[in-house]
């Protein structure tokens, strides 16, 4: 093997630049695990190099252009020249993913696309190897980050679809022209690819129906907060009879589905099989750096033969004592001075409380506190102390509390 594997980057916007700069960062790191240190070896964009001069030069393409043409084109022909590529194009897939797939058949090469559905969640890797074996009968998701950041700041707030969607734009998370991610044709190319790896079917964009989110209101988000409903844009993957349907379109979520605490920019994707139940996997949904991160993955995985284990190349210490935020539970004798006692405990050992409950027993008391985090062996110590005081009528209970609050 050459010492250097040498990538050649179609396209250096947000995610093509983002990607860069995180190969540089990881390159020390991967070259451990490839055998071969990754570095970019040419970069295409409208006014730099040339095509045939970045595929010459390369082992391996990454396109992150976006569009049709010369997209496909350019796929096409590094697949022809033998070279694996990664892709984050997902209307490029939606539209001619045969096409290529076939072509990647034919000339023994990858095509791999993680960073085209979901950002960096690995929904595509999940369907295509973890979940291989099993028959799938639903994949349904928030796909499209930024009608879900909508819908949440509408949601939250009691904004307008117009406010929300112009907030949307000054943080990022919407581009000037919004038409692809606003009318779920952005989600529906993603569910196209999702259905296709699913079912094992072709799907075309054009047989996915979808519906955006521009006529939603505040008062339909009103309603719904009212009924304990949140609104979701959903893109749903199903069989359908002897059939698939695949769809997009806004639908209300009871607050206890898996999707319905998914909120700003986040994507969600939840597969379902009779074999496995149900995998809900999450996280951002697009930027920069999240996609770069998932095409690195795809990179890293074409550069090493698949299903092997590589060698461990840290030696990480395994840390026994974390924090942890507490619920505790302790069942006292009701007399006075009883909770000083144990606050006293508790701000010795820097324990700090973040609620406490107290309900008379007839004689006795029972006390329930949630503690903010701190590490685990000071907790204890505090613990102990309480459990050795006289008016304990039964040893303390404790339970761990995960106490983040996710976004
Ligand atoms: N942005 C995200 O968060 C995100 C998330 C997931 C997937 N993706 C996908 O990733 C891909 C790239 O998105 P992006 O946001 O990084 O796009 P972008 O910022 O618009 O960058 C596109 C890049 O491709 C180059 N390019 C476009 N057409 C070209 C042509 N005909 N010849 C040569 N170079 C060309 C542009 O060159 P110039 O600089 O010369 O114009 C630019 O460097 C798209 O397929 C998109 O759907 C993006």
């Given at each position: 093997?050459?010492?250097?594997?040498?990538?050649?980057?179609?396209?250096?916007?947000?995610?093509?630049?983002?990607?860069?700069?995180?190969?540089?960062?990881?390159?020390?790191?991967?070259?451990?695990?490839?055998?071969?240190?990754?570095?970019?070896?040419?970069?295409?964009?409208?006014?730099?190099?040339s095509?045939?001069?970045?595929?010459?030069?390369?082992?391996l393409?990454?396109?992150?252009?976006?569009?049709?043409?010369?997209?496909?084109?350019?796929?096409?022909?590094?697949?022809?020249?033998?070279k694996?590529?990664?892709?984050?194009?997902?209307?490029?897939?939606?539209?001619?993913?045969?096409?290529?797939?076939?072509?990647?058949?034919?000339?023994?090469?990858?095509?791999?696309?993680?960073?085209?559905?979901?950002?960096?969640?690995?929904?595509?890797?999940?369907?295509?190897?973890?979940?291989?074996?099993?028959?799938?009968?639903?994949?349904?998701?928030?796909?499209?980050?930024?009608?879900?950041?909508?819908?949440?700041?509408?949601?939250?707030?009691?904004?307008?679809?117009?406010q929300?969607?112009?907030?949307?734009?000054?943080?990022?998370?919407?581009?000037?022209?919004?038409?692809?991610?606003?009318?779920?044709?952005?989600?529906?190319?993603?569910?196209?690819?999702?259905?296709?790896?699913?079912?094992?079917?072709?799907?075309?964009?054009?047989?996915?129906?979808?519906?955006?989110?521009?006529?939603?209101?505040?008062?339909?988000?009103?309603?719904?907060?009212?009924?304990?409903?949140?609104?979701?844009?959903?893109?749903?993957?199903?069989?359908?009879?002897?059939?698939?349907?695949v769809?997009?379109?806004?639908?209300?979520?009871y607050?206890?589905?898996?999707?319905?605490?998914?909120?700003?920019?986040?994507?969600?994707?939840?597969?379902?099989?009779?074999?496995?139940?149900?995998?809900?996997?999450?996280?951002?949904?697009?930027?920069?750096?999240?996609?770069?991160?998932?095409?690195?993955?795809?990179?890293?995985?074409a550069?090493?033969?698949?299903?092997?284990?590589?060698?461990?190349?840290?030696?990480?210490?395994?840390?026994?004592?974390?924090?942890?935020a507490?619920?505790?539970?302790?069942?006292?004798?009701?007399?006075?001075?009883?909770?000083?006692?144990?606050?006293e405990?508790?701000?010795?050992?820097?324990?700090?409380?973040?609620?406490?409950?107290?309900?008379?027993?007839?004689?006795?008391a029972?006390?329930?506190?949630?503690?903010?985090?701190?590490?685990?062996?000071?907790?204890?110590?505090?613990?102990?102390?309480?459990?050795?005081?006289?008016?304990?009528?039964?040893?303390?209970?404790?339970?761990?509390?995960?106490?983040?609050?996710?976004?």
């Open positions: 093997m050459p010492e250097t594997f040498r990538v050649g980057l179609l396209g250096h916007g947000t995610v093509g630049s983002a990607f860069e700069a995180l190969l540089g960062e990881r390159a020390d790191a991967i070259e451990p695990i490839t055998g071969t240190r990754p570095e970019i070896s040419g970069v295409l964009t409208r006014s730099r190099s095509f045939e001069e970045v595929l010459a030069g390369s082992d393409i990454v396109e992150l252009m976006g569009g049709l043409e010369p997209a496909r084109e350019y796929v096409l022909q590094a697949m022809r020249a033998g694996h590529v990664v892709s984050a194009n997902k209307q490029l897939l939606s539209q001619h993913g045969e096409e290529l797939w076939a072509a990647a058949r034919e000339h023994g090469v990858q095509l791999r696309f993680e960073g085209a559905v979901a950002g960096v969640v690995p929904v595509i890797r999940v369907l295509q190897e973890s979940l291989a074996g099993a028959r799938i009968e639903r994949v349904h998701g928030i796909v499209n980050g930024t009608t879900n950041y909508i819908l949440s700041e509408m949601a939250a707030t009691g904004i307008s679809y117009e929300a969607l112009g907030q949307a734009q000054g943080l990022g998370y919407a581009e000037a022209d919004p038409t692809d991610d606003v009318t779920g044709k952005d989600a529906a190319a993603k569910m196209a690819i999702l259905a296709r790896l699913a079912f094992s079917t072709p799907v075309h964009i054009d047989q996915v129906r979808y519906e955006g989110i521009e006529l939603i209101t505040a008062d339909d988000m009103a309603y719904a907060r009212d009924l304990g409903l949140g609104l979701k844009l959903i893109g749903t993957a199903e069989r359908a009879g002897d059939g698939i349907n769809r997009v379109h806004p639908a209300f979520l607050a206890a589905h898996p999707l319905a605490s998914v909120h700003g920019p986040f994507n969600a994707v939840t597969v379902e099989s009779d074999a496995i139940t149900e995998i809900t996997l999450s996280g951002p949904g697009a930027g920069g750096p999240q996609t770069a991160s998932a095409v690195l993955g795809d990179v890293i995985s550069m090493i033969p698949p299903a092997t284990t590589p060698e461990a190349t840290e030696e990480l210490p395994i840390v026994e004592d974390v924090e942890s507490f619920y505790i539970h302790l069942e006292v004798a009701d007399r006075p001075g009883v909770l000083a006692q144990i606050a405990i508790l701000g010795l050992q820097g324990v700090s409380v973040k609620s406490v409950v107290q309900e008379g027993l007839g004689a006795d029972r006390l329930v506190m949630v503690l903010h985090p701190l590490l685990e062996s000071r907790f204890y110590a505090a613990l102990r102390m309480i459990g050795q005081l006289d008016f304990m009528r039964s040893p303390p209970r404790a339970i761990r509390v995960i106490d983040e609050e996710f976004v």
